[in-house]
């Protein structure tokens, strides 16, 4: 049931620019030229699909960079002379397993190799080195706006994707209506593509490419550009796959998207696998690398829990010491829905700083955000700080949070973000856990008990 692409495999040179991708894998691919690289057989309709994975072992991919066009005639024409061009590689050593029914998020800067990843992975691009071995039926999202023609209609456009995606007229006439109605475009679907918004193209091609729930889902960060009505219903549609037993393989710069949908994360950094595991323990590595300076440090530490702590900055200043308090001043780790708490926080300055600010965020178990704030935006930063001085914060609040368990992260800096001078920025400095001791049962991350007046007439 597997499929295998190697560098010099023939697949790989066929080349199919296309928003959409899908391929049936359930025939092997000989990895020779005289392969079957065009074998595809279809499962029928209401068959039952198997779960997919996706192997990638060494992939790498480099372009050819001449020092004039002349040396690349001139290689073309005396091959016997030598190569005269230099490999500008994009990607490195790429390598990492998706299991059946995994979801995996892939995250780094801009040009960090993302998307060629991803054309590799589908078979839009041939790499250099490597392979890339895909089980199950694959679906694809990537360059939006690249797989339909501007002067057909939308339906048409459905019509000759659909075919590509290898089904038949008649399996896409019976789809068209789901299409149409998950797309949700009204009467656009008969006007040419070329009067569609962004928008408008993400929305009917999603639709197309998930009309079919695929054995693996590639998509790149094409759904950024929806509206927000739209990504939730989408991301719906996602969650639903998965529940389903998709495999998920994401590009995203949502942290977000990321944290709530993946089993695990991989960050590329200068088209090198950086490092992988936990999406929160990613994302805050990440976070912690876009404000990397020379002077500045990045550190993981495993705590007895099992979670990944991250430690970044300069170290101007640090957090000594960190603790939730209740009302009446005692440590807890554990506090009732809507109890009254403090945050109480020791920091520690070390060199001479014009500014300091302190900042907090609450996140939930996945890291996502639940409540943050600074003394920057409450307007009491500290000015023209000291070395040996010390400082004690408070932050006293009603903790109307859900039950479940909960951290804090704080962050030194010299405004509302740590992307200027990040002093120290420490994740994980704190964990506690909320329960529902005296509060009717309700559902959610956050208590907002309402004040309910009905009129019945």
């Known amino acids: 049931m597997a499929t295998l692409y190697r560098a010099d495999s023939a697949a ?9 991708f899908l391929r049936n894998q359930d025939a092997p691919l000989d990895s020779s030229p005289a392969g079957n690289a065009g074998a595809s057989a279809r499962p029928a309709l209401g068959a039952p699909q198997l779960m997919g994975s996706i192997r990638v072992s060494g992939l ?46 892939i995250i780094g800067i801009n040009g960090a190799g993302k998307s ?30 690249m797989g339909f023609h501007p002067d057909f209609t939308g339906r048409q456009n459905v019509y000759m994707s659909g075919q ?7 399996d896409i006439t019976a789809m068209m209506p789901d299409i149409e109605a998950f797309a949700e475009i009204g009467d656009y679907i008969d006007q040419p593509v070329r009067v569609y918004s962004s928008g408008m193209q993400m929305r009917l091609a999603f639709s197309v490419a998930t009309a079919r729930r695929p054995d693996v889902l590639i998509v790149d960060e094409a759904l950024s ?8 219903k989408s991301f719906d549609r996602i969650r639903a796959f998965r529940n389903e037993g998709t495999t998920l393989l994401i590009v995203s710069h949502d942290k977000g998207s990321i944290q709530s949908i993946c089993d695990r994360a991989i960050l590329l950094d200068a088209g090198r696998l950086a490092k992988e595991g936990a999406p929160e323990e990613i994302m805050d590595f990440y976070n912690a690398m876009l404000a990397a300076r020379d002077n500045q440090t ?12 991250t430690v970044s900055g300069s170290g101007e200043a640090t957090v000594t ?15 009732d829905v809507g109890s009254t708490v403090t ?58 949070l859900g039950p479940g368990s909960y951290s804090v992260a704080t962050a030194l800096v010299s405004t509302d973000t740590h992307l200027v001078n990040n002093y120290e920025w420490r994740d994980l400095a704190l964990v506690f856990n909320v329960m529902n001791l005296n509060r009717e049962h309700f559902v959610g991350c956050t208590w907002l008990d309402p004040i309910i007046h009905i009129e019945r007439t």
């Open 321 to 335: 010491d960190i603790a939730l308090l209740d009302e009446d001043g005692r440590p807890v780790e554990t506090i």
């Open 60 to 105: 790498g991919k480099a372009y050819k960079q001449y020092p004039t066009r002349w040396s690349r005639a001139a290689e073309w024409v005396l091959p016997f002379a030598g190569p005269r061009h230099k490999l500008k590689w994009v990607l490195q050593d790429i390598s990492f397993h998706v299991e059946p029914g995994e979801a995996v998020g």
């Open 225 to 232: 550009v929806g509206d927000a009505y739209f990504q939730h």
């Open 116 to 145: 060629t990843l991803l054309k590799l992975i589908t078979g839009t691009s041939q790499p250099t080195t490597g392979n890339v071995q895909i089980t199950g039926r694959v679906a694809a999202m990537l360059e939006l706006g």
């Open 12 to 20: 790989f040179r066929m080349q199919r620019h296309s928003t959409l």
């Open 298 to 309: 990045v550190t993981q530490k495993k705590l007895d829990d099992g979670k990944v702590q």
């Open 164 to 170: 590509l995606l290898g089904y038949t007229t008649e």
């Open 343 to 400: 945050l109480k926080v020791r920091v520690k300055v070390h060199a001479p700083i014009p500014r300091l600010v302190l900042g907090y965020m609450i996140k939930d178990r996945l890291g996502q955000p639940m409540y943050g704030t600074n003394t920057d935006l409450k307007q009491m930063q500290a000015d023209d700080v000291q070395p040996g001085e010390d400082f004690t914060y408070t932050f006293r609040f009603a903790a109307n």
